[in-house]
């Protein structure tokens, strides 16, 4: 069984930084692809990032902000938000996927922006 627990979540203020961190645990070991999610209060959850086979994809919201990351053993995932907004402030999640087992999620961070 395949689990995935984010870190590095927390309280900063407009304009500063955090680095979010996603560790997998379990029989799979791998994933060919990983990415985060997030979602605030009142909404639905949705893609801020995801990378796969080196290749990197980013929501327009978090272009030139946030950059995503995985280590070489493609089972550990960081996501690093520069110049933070009230409205990144949501649980952000951390997903992983195994092209022979599905997909596996992580229970969330909370990250909120506020001065």
């Known amino acids: 069984q395949v689990q995935l627990v984010e870190s590095g979540g927390g309280l900063v203020q407009p304009g500063g930084s955090l680095r979010l961190s996603c560790a997998a645990s379990g029989s799979i070991l791998s994933f060919d692809t990983m990415a985060w999610y997030r979602q605030a209060p009142g909404k639905q959850r949705e893609l801020v990032a995801a990378v796969t086979n080196d290749f990197t994809n980013y929501a327009d919201f978090v272009k030139g902000r946030f950059t995503i990351s995985r280590g070489g053993t493609r089972n550990t995932a960081w996501l690093q938000m520069n110049s933070l907004k009230p409205e990144d402030t949501a649980v952000y999640y951390c997903?992983?996927?195994?092209?022979?087992?599905?997909?596996?999620w992580g229970q969330g961070t909370q990250v909120t922006v506020s001065s």
């Open positions: 997903n992983g996927i195994a092209r022979q087992s599905g997909s596996y």
